[in-house]
């Protein structure tokens, strides 16, 4: 299976963007060969700026190049921008609804070694709350171009959360990503799983272990986590046995909380029982490897197969 | 380039109308931000009617631009933009209402005239500083002017912006204080000293200056020096009075947000009339 890096994507689509779009600038706290942003940077040095280990101040900047008429992106790790920063995204960039786009890199649990301090396990809830704010959240590198050439046709604030790791190539270029809509990734008629980011892959290889049981599994990938595609969402859960979430991320206020606000307030015939997983009210820990990491969050495909046996049964 | 006589009496007519507009924000039983708005009133009034670039079109691209970090105190600004005709003045008696185009904290949506969404402080340098760049990049010689509180300058992201604003040296980018020596709650040396602040700027290569703030033609000057510096932004430290012009308010931590009464604001109309006849002669 191909292997490829969402900030790889990220920073090679921001540097094409730029030639294109001359309203596009680029901030960095200091993490840019992380975050990849740097590319942009050394090509468009005048639109790129550096300011420092000062994400609050960062953020705010943004907000006045977006005043001035340019489209600002800003990106440093997922647990700073959206924690550090968040009354700056809040004042500064959302009340206003600026062209403001924040790429939070090595989100959830994918900055395995660094422990809890540095991984996201609030972004999602933090950035979905805030009125005006699309939340991105790609399942591949592909994906995550999709994203960015879109974000930056959006007109207001957007939030993009991308893992650290190489991740498999789910998507074709041929099969362009719809904002704000769903995407099945594969159909299946007993449970479904909506699932984001790099768990999707991993819901796919547990619709791989229930078909062995007579388990039909239907996976859905939610990428655009807010706004919500209610409807579509409505319909992968209407006549299934049970439903799973999963995300890397805190279940309170995130893909899961998502899921079970669109599936109750919708028709009766779309409310199915619904299982979360994820991080279940607990920040993060360091570990050795990425899917050790995950094991240890109750993070694998044997997992998401427990959590669809279990749905079907609630 | 001192000012004239005539442009002197004119300016200080124009600070007399700020206050005066101030008080018609805040009539009797109405709490509101009297202290910090009227510390600010001169500087105000001199950055809106007479240096900064200003047009009838609020958004016109060619304007300077004028951002309340210390966003409590926007009825100051208020009072300069309803001068200016960016609205009705009948707005004055319905801010903070919902029918009303004035805001509480500056909002950019709200009211013409208003560049961006403070209030929480410590947020309007960085944002005036992005302002700058982008203006900078665009080739514009637009100038962005932000007035922050002393009080405000407790928040730390202030010294990061402080920061990076030496470090790309827009000079563009003029910051003032309007220091007032009071908070919410009591002097700001009392709460957090934080004394000196042209040697701390000066340190991170901001060009400084440190006037009266009241006086018109110190605060002209000191615009117009900043105006002429080269390769820094300029920092305005202007020593000024909380409640400045209303005697019952000066000097008071109780006028920071409060309503008046009857008596004062009585007390405070006449106060601001006599102000403007005195202008007028």
Same mark, same amino acid.
């Given at each position: 299976?191909?292997m490829?890096?969402?900030?790889r994507?990220?920073?090679?689509?921001?540097l094409?963007l730029?030639?294109?779009?001359?309203?596009?600038?680029?901030?960095?706290?200091?993490?840019?060969?992380?975050?990849m942003?740097m590319?942009?940077?050394d090509?468009y040095?005048?639109?790129y700026?550096?300011?420092?280990?000062?994400e609050?101040?960062?953020m705010?900047?943004a907000a006045?190049l977006?005043?001035?008429?340019?489209t600002?992106?800003v990106?440093t790790?997922?647990?700073?921008?959206?924690?550090?920063?968040?009354d700056?995204i809040?004042?500064s960039v959302?009340?206003p609804?600026l062209?403001?786009?924040?790429?939070?890199?090595?989100?959830?649990?994918?900055?395995f070694?660094?422990?809890?301090?540095?991984?996201?396990?609030d972004?999602?809830?933090?950035?979905?709350?805030?009125?005006?704010?699309?939340?991105?959240?790609?399942v591949d590198?592909?994906?995550?171009?999709?994203?960015?050439r879109?974000?930056?046709?959006?007109?207001?604030?957007?939030?993009l959360?991308?893992?650290?790791?190489d991740?498999?190539v789910?998507?074709g270029?041929?099969e362009?990503?719809?904002?704000?809509?769903?995407?099945?990734?594969r159909d299946g008629?007993d449970?479904?799983?909506?699932a984001?980011?790099y768990?999707?892959?991993?819901?796919?290889?547990?619709?791989?272990?229930?078909?062995?049981?007579?388990?039909s599994?239907?996976?859905?990938?939610?990428?655009?986590?807010?706004p919500?595609?209610?409807?579509g969402?409505?319909?992968?859960?209407?006549?299934?046995?049970g439903?799973v979430t999963?995300?890397e991320?805190?279940?309170i206020g995130?893909?899961?909380?998502a899921?079970?606000?669109s599936?109750?307030?919708?028709?009766?015939?779309?409310r199915?029982?619904?299982?979360r997983?994820g991080?279940?009210?607990?920040?993060?820990t360091?570990?050795?490897?990425y899917?050790?990491l995950l094991?240890?969050y109750?993070?694998?495909p044997?997992?998401?197969?427990?959590?669809?046996?279990?749905?079907v049964?609630? | 380039?001192?000012?004239?006589?005539?442009?002197?009496?004119?300016?200080?007519l124009?600070?007399?109308r700020?206050?005066?507009n101030?008080?018609?924000?805040?009539?009797?039983?109405?709490?509101?931000?009297l202290?910090?708005?009227?510390?600010?009133?001169?500087?105000?009034?001199a950055?809106y009617?007479?240096?900064?670039?200003v047009y009838?079109?609020p958004?016109?691209?060619?304007?300077?631009r004028?951002?309340?970090?210390?966003?409590?105190?926007?009825?100051?600004?208020?009072?300069?933009?309803? $001068?200016?005709?960016?609205? /009705?003045?009948a707005?004055?008696?319905?801010v903070?209402?919902?029918?009303g185009?004035?805001? &509480?904290h @500056?909002?950019?949506?709200f009211t013409?005239?208003?560049?961006a969404?403070?209030g929480s402080l410590?947020?309007?340098?960085?944002?005036?500083?992005?302002?700058?760049l982008g203006?900078?990049?665009d080739g514009?010689?637009?100038?962005?002017?932000?007035v922050l509180?002393?009080?405000e300058?407790?928040?730390g992201?202030?010294?990061?912006?402080?920061?990076?604003?030496g470090s790309?040296?827009p000079?563009?980018?003029v910051?003032?204080?309007?220091q007032?020596?009071?908070?919410?709650?009591?002097s700001c040396?009392?709460?957090?000293?934080?004394?000196d602040?042209?040697?701390?700027?000066a340190a991170f290569?901001?060009?400084?200056? $440190?006037?009266?703030?009241? /006086?018109l033609?110190?605060?002209?000057a000191a615009?117009?020096?900043?105006?002429a510096?080269? &390769?820094? @932004?300029?920092?305005?430290?202007?020593?000024?009075?909380?409640?400045?012009?209303?005697?019952?308010a000066?000097g008071k931590?109780?006028f920071h947000n409060?309503?008046?009464?009857q008596?004062?604001?009585?007390l405070?109309?006449a106060?601001?009339?006599?102000?403007?006849?005195e202008?007028?002669q």
């Amino acid at each position: 299976m191909k292997m490829m890096n969402m900030r790889r994507a990220y920073g090679d689509t921001l540097l094409a963007l730029g030639g294109t779009d001359p309203r596009i600038v680029a901030l960095e706290a200091d993490l840019g060969k992380s975050t990849m942003s740097m590319f942009f940077g050394d090509k468009y040095p005048e639109r790129y700026f550096q300011l420092g280990i000062a994400e609050a101040n960062m953020m705010s900047v943004a907000a006045g190049l977006a005043l001035t008429g340019h489209t600002a992106f800003v990106s440093t790790f997922a647990v700073f921008a959206t924690g550090r920063a968040y009354d700056q995204i809040r004042s500064s960039v959302a009340i206003p609804h600026l062209n403001v786009k924040i790429c939070g890199s090595s989100a959830g649990l994918s900055d395995f070694g660094d422990g809890k301090t540095h991984q996201s396990v609030d972004d999602i809830a933090l950035m979905r709350v805030l009125p005006g704010m699309t939340v991105f959240s790609p399942v591949d590198a592909v994906e995550t171009a999709c994203m960015v050439r879109e974000m930056a046709n959006i007109k207001g604030p957007c939030y993009l959360r991308l893992n650290r790791n190489d991740v498999p190539v789910l998507t074709g270029e041929e099969e362009p990503f719809t904002p704000g809509k769903v995407r099945l990734m594969r159909d299946g008629k007993d449970a479904v799983v909506f699932a984001t980011g790099y768990m999707v892959y991993l819901a796919l290889q547990a619709a791989d272990i229930l078909e062995q049981e007579g388990l039909s599994l239907r996976v859905v990938n939610v990428h655009t986590i807010k706004p919500l595609d209610d409807a579509g969402v409505r319909t992968y859960a209407r006549g299934m046995k049970g439903a799973v979430t999963v995300e890397e991320a805190s279940i309170i206020g995130g893909l899961g909380s998502a899921i079970c606000e669109s599936l109750l307030s919708g028709p009766a015939d779309s409310r199915v029982p619904v299982k979360r997983l994820g991080m279940q009210d607990v920040f993060g820990t360091s570990a050795a490897d990425y899917h050790e990491l995950l094991a240890a969050y109750h993070l694998t495909p044997e997992d998401i197969a427990k959590g669809v046996r279990e749905a079907v049964k609630l | 380039m001192s000012m004239t006589e005539k442009e002197l009496r004119a300016l200080k007519l124009a600070a007399a109308r700020v206050r005066r507009n101030i008080l018609l924000m805040v009539p009797p039983g109405k709490v509101g931000h009297l202290g910090g708005s009227s510390s600010a009133a001169d500087i105000t009034a001199a950055l809106y009617f007479h240096h900064m670039k200003v047009y009838p079109d609020p958004k016109d691209p060619r304007r300077d631009r004028c951002v309340f970090s210390k966003g409590h105190a926007v009825l100051a600004q208020y009072a300069a933009l309803g $001068e200016l005709g960016y609205f /009705d003045k009948a707005e004055f008696a319905r801010v903070k209402t919902l029918k009303g185009m004035l805001q &509480g904290h @500056p909002d950019m949506d709200f009211t013409p005239g208003i560049e961006a969404v403070t209030g929480s402080l410590g947020q309007g340098l960085s944002i005036s500083l992005g302002m700058a760049l982008g203006l900078k990049l665009d080739g514009s010689d637009s100038r962005v002017y932000c007035v922050l509180g002393d009080g405000e300058l407790a928040e730390g992201q202030v010294w990061e912006a402080v920061m990076a604003a030496g470090s790309y040296k827009p000079d563009n980018l003029v910051a003032i204080i309007d220091q007032n020596g009071l908070q919410a709650t009591d002097s700001c040396e009392a709460i957090l000293p934080n004394p000196d602040q042209t040697i701390k700027w000066a340190a991170f290569g901001w060009h400084t200056i $440190e006037i009266n703030g009241h /006086d018109l033609e110190a605060i002209v000057a000191a615009l117009e020096e900043a105006r002429a510096t080269r &390769g820094k @932004p300029t920092l305005i430290v202007a020593n000024t009075v909380k409640g400045k012009g209303f005697p019952f308010a000066e000097g008071k931590v109780a006028f920071h947000n409060a309503a008046l009464n009857q008596e004062q604001f009585d007390l405070g109309l006449a106060a601001v009339e006599k102000m403007m006849q005195e202008a007028a002669q």
